[in-house]
Structures are given as C-alpha cells and as structure tokens.
C-alpha cells in the first residue's frame, strides 16, 4: 500500500477555492440592487428559458452565478425547503435569513466534504421588507458562508469590479429605472474597463416589488416595459417618479 | 434523512435530488404523515362542522364562483361569517362544500400544489391540469368521505388556451366533471341549480351574472336550513369571486354588502325572486 503525499488543510482548501471561484468566473456576473419600492436583479442572459432570477417564496427572491445545473438543483432544494415550511408553519415563518442559513449549511458542507467536489456556484438570497429598512440581502460564496449585503451586491466572476463601481454610485431610494440602468452600466464595464452595449433583449430582469398588492412580490420584467425602464431619460424618471428627486437629481 | 422541517442543517438529501414538480409527490417521499391521506382513519363517524352551498356561472369573459358564509354541525350554526371561495392561483378559484376542517386544508396544499409547480417549472399549469390535480386530491381523501367527512369542491377558472371561463365539479370519488354554464354543489345546490336554470342565459355581463350567483344563494337559504342568506344584522355578505383575463379578483365587502342589499330589498317586495318566462 503507497502512502499518499500529504497536503496541508490549508493548501487543500485553497486548492478547492480556486477551483470553485474559476467555475464561477467562467459565467457572467449578475447584480442585485435596492431600489425604493424593492429589490431587482440584473443579468445578462442569452437565453429565454433558463432563468439565473427566480421566486422562491412571497417575498424572497433568488440569483446565482456559476455552473447551471448546480444552482438549480439548489433553487429547487429551497423551493421545496421554504414550502414546506410554509405549510408546516405560516407563510410568514419562511425567511430569508432562515433560507440563507440552510443554503449556508448545504454549500459548507460540499466545500469541505473530500468525497464531493465543491460547487462552483455564488448565490443570492433577498427578501423585501415591507419598507426599505426591512429588505434584506444576503450573498453566498461557493465555500458555505454567508454576507449580509446592504444596496447592492454582485456575484460572478468580475464581481470585485462591479461592486466597487455600484458602492460608488448607489444610493438609496433610487427609482426602478434608475437603479436598472446603474445595474446594466456597472455590467457592461470590462475587466479592462471598456464598455460594450448590453441589448435589452439579452437582460435579465426581475423584481420583489413590495408595492404589489398580490402576496408574491416576485415578478419578470420583460419585453416593452423593460424597453420603456431602460429608455425613460433621467429626467423624465426623476419626475414621474418622485417629484421630490429632481433637485437631488439635477 | 430528516423529516424534520425545524432543523436548520444542511438540505437533506431528498430536497436535492432531481424529481418532479408536485409537491405532493415530494411530501409522499419525504415526510408522508403531512399528507391529509395518509392518516390513520379512526373508527365510527365525526361529527364536524360542515360548509354548505356553492354556485358558478360563466359569462363570455370570465366566470363567478361564489358561496354562503355558513357552517353546521347537525342542527347547529357552528360558524356565521366561514369563508369558502379561495383562489388557487392567479387565474383559478376553488369553493368547497362538505367537512370544513379537511375543505380548507385541502385547498391549502392544493394552491401550493399549483404554486409549487410554477415556481419549479418556471410556467404555469394547464386549466384541465388543475382540475386533475384536484380530482386527485379528493379520490385520496375517499377513506375519510366513507366515514362522512366527505369534501366537493367547485372548481372554476379562466382557460388561457380557449379563452374562455370553465367550471369543473366533483363527486367524492374524485370524478370529475366540466359543467356548462352554471353548477352548485352542496346542500343547498339543488335550490341554487333551480334558481340558475331559471335565470341564467349564455349573454350574461358581469354585474349580471354576479347578480344572479348571489339571487342563487338567496333562494338556497331561503329553502336550505344548511345554508345562510345575506346577514343584515352583522354585515355578513356572500363571498363572490370573479376570474377573468385580467384575473382573480374578490368583490369587495361594500361591492358584496351592495349585491345582497339590492336582491334582498327587491325579495322583500317579491319573495320568490325574479321569475322566468312561462314559455
């Protein structure tokens, strides 16, 4: 029998770090901004029907980068987690803090189990409050831990860039268009720092709008009204909007 | 692998594993004593608070599903102001006569049954895939209608694929059925059914055929002891839901409070009702 060669803890967990944090690189990055009436999601998105945004319960919403059978498998796990919870309980039991916990738990786990490689996905998990001091945002790396996010967050392989560049620029209670066009900016900036034009028709869009007088909040934004978010002047938002921006606005 | 949803831990192996949409197939799997079917009958007969009479009409461009607010048990109200009418999804609605209790629960796990599949499948079911999934539902709940908490819902909605509304009604073995124009079930159906037939036409808006669910449900309590009229006294007024393109949408208690005022006012003058044509 051959010994095997040791690997020190450490160099063995960066090693799976890498590995992970390259799967994830290899997708596009995604941002997740707070706006005044709620949380939307931003990406960019070749395709109609695999979805990077999704619903998982009235008001929490999810967003992954990476590897798309991964992150799939783990949206459905916290469907079938937060509805059965919902039934169990109250719909008003599932949280968002109580879902990033058990998504927390899941990725720690297959990052530190030798038998399983780890994923190589990021995760998001926001709920929207119902005023903006109740939203919250937590971020998920691939390695199990969790970051309470405030504003913005952004995930995937350029991420580090785009959250500089949304930290500065950010503020609270920005409008629906105004927070997506900051969104797809801070997207269509290359790591060298040229920009390229994002098409509305390969965004993805979705909210958790808390002024919905339905029970979910979640919903996609597409088609015309995407177009009409993405081409209303700022100006023009500032006043339909909130009259009470156009001096904080210019 | 835990069935235990309180434990915060990694998701057990079973919340991972690839399977289908329904989330009652998962609960079959994973945690089989939440499902109503499951449970081990007891002997004799239970006496429970049972939900009395609900009608459906169609009109071209929706449907209306409504019910009365009453609950017996025996010769007992157990319950004055028992909502019965909810919606399954943004574009269906469900009424339920028979055990409340079990009626209600069933509704609860029917419309996460619907949400479940939308948020899995990322798209929503077809009209007659609810209605199957309902009929479901009831035919595992047969062990307990023997032992008389039978449960017969009314099923409405509006078909996206036919553009039109449609109404199902059930029997305790799950049969299914569609019903053209207008359907009751419950104890006071078969006064509410008389009703409709007299009153109903295929023309309908939709202040009428709201009109005419709510004249219905007045001559269902005016001839079923089961069943109560609008309660003046206390404001309690019939539920009337409306689905159509747009949606499922409630009356309002002042639009509901409004429609039973009128058709009680007009029954004070004429007790019977609005009468039909002789020939």
């Known amino acids: 029998m051959s010994t095997p060669f040791y690997v020190s803890p450490q160099q063995a967990m960066a090693d799976r770090a890498e590995y992970a944090r390259k799967g994830i690189a290899r997708g596009r990055s995604l941002v997740v901004l707070q706006y005044a009436d709620g949380i939307v999601f931003v990406g960019e998105n070749p395709s109609r029907a695999l979805h990077k945004f999704s619903e998982i319960y009235d008001r929490i919403g999810f967003a992954a980068a990476g590897k798309y059978n991964e992150y799939e498998n783990l949206r459905i796990g916290g469907v079938r987690y937060a509805d059965l919870r919902g039934y169990t309980y109250d719909r008003d039991d599932v949280t968002a803090r109580g879902l990033a916990n058990v998504y927390a738990q899941t990725l720690g786990t297959i990052f530190s189990s030798a038998g399983e490689k780890p994923y190589e996905v990021e995760l998001v998990v926001a709920e929207v409050g119902t005023e903006p001091a109740g939203d919250q945002i937590y971020r998920l790396p691939h390695d199990g831990s969790i970051v309470d996010e405030h504003g913005s967050v ?36 290359d790591t060298n720092g040229s920009e390229r034009e994002i098409p509305a028709e390969r965004l993805e869009v979705a909210v958790l709008d808390r002024t919905r007088p339905q029970q979910r909040k979640f919903k996609r934004i597409v088609g015309r009204q995407l177009k009409r978010l993405l081409e209303a002047d700022d100006a023009a938002v500032a006043k339909t909007d909130d009259p009470s921006d156009e001096v904080a606005d210019e | 692998m835990e069935a235990n949803p309180r434990s915060i831990g990694r998701l057990p192996a079973a919340f991972l594993t690839p399977g289908s949409s329904s989330f009652m197939d998962f609960l079959a799997d994973h945690s089989p004593g939440l499902l109503p079917g499951n449970r081990k009958l007891p002997e004799g007969i239970v006496e429970a608070p049972h939900g009395t009479t609900i009608v459906a009409a169609t009109f071209p461009g929706g449907v209306v599903l409504a019910g009365d607010r009453r609950a017996t048990m ?22 339920i006569a028979g055990t409340a209790g079990l009626a209600v629960e069933m509704v609860k796990l029917f419309q996460l049954e619907l949400e479940h599949f939308e948020k899995v499948e990322g798209a929503t079911l077809s009209l007659e895939g609810k209605a199957n999934r309902l009929s479901t539902m009831i035919r595992s709940n047969l062990g307990m209608a023997m032992q008389g908490l039978a449960v017969v819902p009314l099923f409405a909605g509006w078909d996206e694929g036919k553009e039109k509304g449609r109404i199902f009604s059930y029997d305790v073995t799950g049969g ?27 023309d309908l808006t939709e202040q009428q055929a709201t009109t005419l669910v709510v004249q219905a449900l007045y001559d269902a309590a005016d001839d079923d002891s089961a069943t109560g009229g609008p309660d003046m006294a206390r404001r309690i007024f019939p539920i009337v839901t409306v689905i159509t393109d747009e949606g499922f949408r409630r009356l309002s208690e002042a639009e509901s409070s409004e429609l039973a005022r009128s058709v009680t006012e007009r029954r004070l003058e004429q007790p019977d009702g609005p009468r039909a044509a002789l020939l």
């Not at chain 2, 004055?80 to 269906?92: C, N, T, W």
Request: hydrophobic fraction near 40%; charged fraction near 25%.
């Open chain 2, 74 to 95: 025996g010769n007992m109200i157990a319950q004055r102001d028992i909502e019965k009418v909810f919606p399954a999804d943004e574009y269906s609605a469900v009424g």
């Open chain 1, 154 to 189: 952004a995930v995937g392989g350029n991420a580090e860039q785009i959250s500089s560049f949304l930290d500065q620029r950010h503020r609270d209670g920005m409008s629906l268009a105004e927070a997506l066009k900051l969104a797809v900016q801070a997207l269509s900036r």
């Open chain 2, 176 to 202: 299914r059925s569609e019903e053209h124009g207008y359907a009751a079930t419950g104890s006071g159906s078969i006064f509410a059914r008389g009703a409709m037939k007299k009153l109903y036409r295929e």
